[in-house]
Structures are given as C-alpha cells and as structure tokens.
C-alpha cells in the first residue's frame, strides 16, 4: 500500500524526534531520525513516500494539497509535546479524509491509550522504531508485536506487549533519498549536504530527566551502518550526524566503526558521547575516522544536582573530558539542563562560569521539562510542579515550562537568554569562531545561526 512518513506543518519550527520535541533554539533541523529509520522498513513492504514539512516550510494549506496529491492509505506521523495542539487538529483532518494515522511521538509515550480514547484518528501508536513493529501492525500480525499500541476490535485501545527485541537490531538500509534535498540546518557541519544517522538506539545510562534512557539499549550491526554510509557516499555525501545518544557505549564495536570510517577517509562527522566514556582510545578513533565535533552533557556544575539526577560522573570528570577532547583536536559542545527544581540564579551562574572554564565551542541550554515517561515527571507532579493534564512543553526554551523552588517561569527564562548572550558575545569567543572555520560554507552557516540563536535569546 501507499504509506506516507509525515513531519507535520507547524506555527513555528519544530523538531520531532526520537521521543522528544522542542523548538530550535537557533536555525538548526536536522532529518527526524525516527522517519529516517523507519523509510527502510516500510520500505521493504510499501510504495513510500516522505513530507517533512518542516524541512520544507509548508504550512497547513500547502501540506494538506500535498497529501491529496500522494493519496496515501497510510500515514505514520511524528507528533510533539510541543506542538500536540497543532498536530492533533491536523491529523483528525487526515482520519477524516479516509487514512489511517499511526502517530510516534513524545507525547504518546506515557499513557498513550489515555491519548487514543480522547483522539479517535490515532489507530495505533508506535513505542519503538528500531524494529519490524510498523510492518506487523499494518500485515495484522499482532502476535508478532514487540510494543505498540493499537485498538482491538471494538476499537478500545490497549497496549501489546510482545517479546522483547535482541541487543542487537537490524533494519533494512534507510532510503535517504526519499528525504528534501534542502531545508536541514546544521550547526556543526563543515559542509553540505549532511545526513542523519542512527546506529544504536536508546541508552543504558539512568539518566532520571532523560527519555532516551526509557527506551532500553540495542545496536546495529557495522556492516549494516557502513551500507547505510556507502549508499550516502554514493549520493555525494560526506557530512554525517551520529544520533546515537551516547557514542561509544560498546567499546570495540564504536572502535571497529571508527577504523572503518578512517579508511574511507572522506567523512567529517559529528557525535554525541559520555564525558566517562570519552578517553583518550576513543577520542583518538573518532578523530581519526573524520570526527570533528563531539557533543557532551554537562548539564550542572554542581555535584549534588549530578548525583541527584543520576549522571553517574562529577565535575571534575567534565572537566577532563573536555581537555583531552581538545587535545585530540576536536571541537566540543556542552549540553545542560537548567530549570531543575533546585535551580538558582547563583547556581545558574556557576553553570555559566564553568562553560567558560571548560572553553567549550559551543553550549547548548535545554529548559527542564517533566518528559514523558520519566521520572523527573513523576517527581515534577509529586512537587505541584506541573499538572498530568498539562501535554504541550518545550524543552528547547522559547518558553519555560516549570517554575524552580526560588524562580518563576519569567525570570528563569530571562536568566537563561542573559546566560546565552554572555557565552557567545565574548570579544574572544567570537574571535576564536571565526579563526576556527575551514570554509566560506561554515562561515556563513556559523553567522547565520549566530543570528538566529541571539535573536530568540534578546
């Protein structure tokens, strides 16, 4: 059958995406893993195609003739926390026209049949893209399912729980191709076109704000990644985005990857990973094979906000991460959280002189938002902090959703823009941007997200 992978249109720009969603924080959207992972499966059965309309700036009008035009029997749609007042509106106009909608999405991944009854278009919804479970749902296999829920026949919705899938997963190679030419944004990347890769899904580390680590733990095989990257070579490119959460996980499987990708010796790439997990064998692989960018969470620069919320490594390992991944030669970026309900105007300021300290290239601001299905949530509700009934949140920080024990939303968010302005109008800092770019491309990207991050952050 015709099966649409949907990215919906939207007042903003959102970015759906692997059971988060939030607003760009400056002008970046790359693909949507979860769609991206799924073109091959679906793939492998249907007559695909793909509208991101993010990606491709359409609004409600223009998506809706491009979706009469596809006649698809089916959509599969990321929905977002973010924009679920938007999304939900959107697809019941899908359902009426006659299609099938299976949503996957933030939103959905706690108390999802809850969500079903009140919306009648979803016929089902997806609780894991890294597995066959589209395909059996839509061959009526549901014996077959690992985790999805769905409708039994008198259309009441209920939760499948099947086998629980190996540590190892395979997917049929991801159709790239099927995805706009144009429209993703990048901060990182040192040329174009890039492309977006997954090659391990969910996390094993406990991380009690984080869905990620909800999700369980399972990897692909390299031989498969590198058939993924060879087709993306084939297309001329050379940019690659490593979604895995946390690269290197399995020691020598990220080190065979790395000594594949060095032989290849024609890709630049970008990658999160652990601060205790990056030691100088990995950091050294990954430079070697092409990295240039490495990603890794801060979050706090105090200990006891780590240990409360279960990072398993302190400040001082922060700090010699960051040193030996510029001694590699590779460029770093900090991820924190900020908002948590132990938050402070001086422990945000400690957070701001450690980003300095560290001489990170890039920090990254996350707004503390109570995710679904973990529990920072259940202890966020426990506080009064925020209500069930409450579904629409941005982690990315055009608003803040939660107040903090000593600031309100107002004030935290100004204290979050006033915290990015200090970071990046640095006289030094701007100096050290612009000596540090290979390219008239990355100039250009790096002021034209430059722009865009300050001006959501006056």
């Not at 059971?19 to 979860?34: A, E, I, R």
């Not at 091959?40 to 979706?67: F, K, N, P, W, Y």
């Amino acid at each position: 059958m015709k099966v649409l992978l949907l990215n919906p249109p939207g007042g903003r720009t959102y970015i759906r995406d692997y059971f988060c969603s939030k607003t760009t924080k400056s002008n970046y959207l790359f693909h949507p893993v979860d769609l991206v992972v799924l073109s091959g499966t679906l793939a492998s059965e249907h007559e695909v195609e793909v509208l991101d309309c993010m990606a491709e700036r359409l609004d409600a009008a223009a998506a809706q003739a491009r979706i009469d035009r596809c006649a698809p029997a089916v959509i599969v749609s990321l929905v977002g926390s973010v924009s679920w007042n938007e999304d939900r509106v959107f697809l019941a106009g899908q359902h009426a026209r006659g299609r099938r909608v299976i949503a996957i999405g933030d939103v959905l991944h706690e108390r999802a049949e809850e969500r079903m009854s009140e919306e009648p278009w979803i016929e089902a919804v997806l609780h894991v893209f890294a597995n066959q479970d589209v395909l059996h749902h839509l061959r009526g296999e549901r014996d077959a399912i690992e985790d999805m829920s769905v409708r039994d026949a008198q259309g009441k919705p209920l939760r499948v729980k099947g086998r629980k899938g190996e540590k190892v997963f395979r997917v049929p190679r991801p159709r790239h191709e099927l995805f706009p030419s144009r429209g993703y944004h990048f901060s990182f990347a040192r040329s174009a076109p890039f492309a977006t890769l997954l090659t391990d899904y969910g996390c094993p580390y406990p991380c009690t704000f984080c869905v990620i680590g909800t999700l369980g733990f399972r990897y692909r095989p390299v031989a498969d990644v590198l058939e993924e990257i060879d087709h993306l070579r084939e297309r001329g490119v050379r940019e690659l985005f490593f979604m895995d959460q946390t690269f290197g996980i399995v020691g020598p499987r990220a080190l065979e990857l790395c000594a594949a990708l060095r032989e290849r010796g024609d890709l630049s790439w970008t990658a999160y990973t652990r601060p205790d997990l990056a030691d100088d064998e990995l950091l050294a692989a990954m430079r070697a094979g092409g990295c240039h960018t490495v990603i890794m969470g801060v979050e706090s620069a105090d200990d006891a906000l780590l240990e409360a919320y279960r990072k398993g490594y302190k400040a001082w390992i922060v700090k010699d991460a960051f040193r030996r991944a510029r001694r590699h030669g590779l460029r770093t970026v900090g991820t924190f959280i900020i908002g948590l309900p132990e938050e402070s105007e001086s422990s945000l300021q400690r957070t701001l002189e450690m980003a300095v300290e560290l001489e990170m290239d890039f920090m990254s601001l996350n707004m503390a938002v109570p995710r679904f299905g973990t529990p920072f949530r259940a202890r966020a509700l426990e506080l009064g902090l925020a209500e069930a009934q409450d579904l629409v949140m941005d982690q990315g920080g055009a608003d803040a959703f939660l107040p903090t024990s000593t600031l309100d939303r107002e004030k935290m968010l100004a204290l979050k823009k006033r915290m990015v302005r200090r970071f990046y109008l640095r006289p030094s800092y701007l100096w050290r941007r612009v000596s540090d770019t290979r390219s008239w491309y990355e100039l250009s990207a790096q002021v034209r997200e430059g722009f865009a991050l300050l001006r959501r952050n006056v």
